[in-house]
């Protein structure tokens, strides 16, 4: 019989890849019912937002979204098994960025004052070479994010 040995390089292994996979669902889970929402339900987000739920646009949770977009640029080999954001959960954390943005005014000026616009377009070229949906993502939230300087 083989008794397995316990490693604490293996059990750390383990937990960061557990906590990545919970991270990246959790991620996916938000992402898609902020979009949910903000589909269905426009005005009840924005209240939300604005009243219920402050810490969502909190500048720790925001700040939090934005460690994600480091993840465009980053290869999956070096993320896999990994806390770190890959390229598919920085198109997500930029999907939740442009959603905040548009639906919450402290969102948005966070976002910007936090010199987000350069790392969307570092996303955006990224995503066009290597990842369709983080291209999109990225477009489509500074087109939101920008809205209101481009009408002036």
């Known amino acids: 019989l083989h008794t397995p040995v316990q490693n604490t390089w293996a059990a750390d292994s383990g937990d960061e890849r557990h906590g990545g996979i919970m991270r990246a669902l959790c991620l996916r889970a938000f992402t898609n019912s902020l979009g ?3 589909q269905e339900q426009p005005t009840l987000l ?7 739920s402050r810490h969502l646009v909190s500048r720790s949770f925001i700040n939090a979204l934005l460690d994600d977009l480091a993840g465009a640029i980053r290869p999956p080999a070096v993320a896999q098994g990994t806390r770190l954001a890959s390229a598919h959960e920085a198109a997500l954390a930029i999907r939740c960025l442009g959603l905040l943005g548009e639906y919450s005014d402290v969102a948005k000026s966070q976002i910007i004052n936090e010199s987000v616009l350069g790392s969307l377009e570092k996303a955006r070229a990224t995503g066009k070479a290597t990842h ?8 489509r939230a500074y087109t939101r994010l920008t809205e209101d300087v481009r009408s002036c």
């Open 36 to 38: 949910l929402v903000a």
């Open 46 to 52: 924005k209240s939300i937002l604005d009243v219920q």
């Open 132 to 139: 369709d949906i983080l291209a999109e993502e990225a477009d």
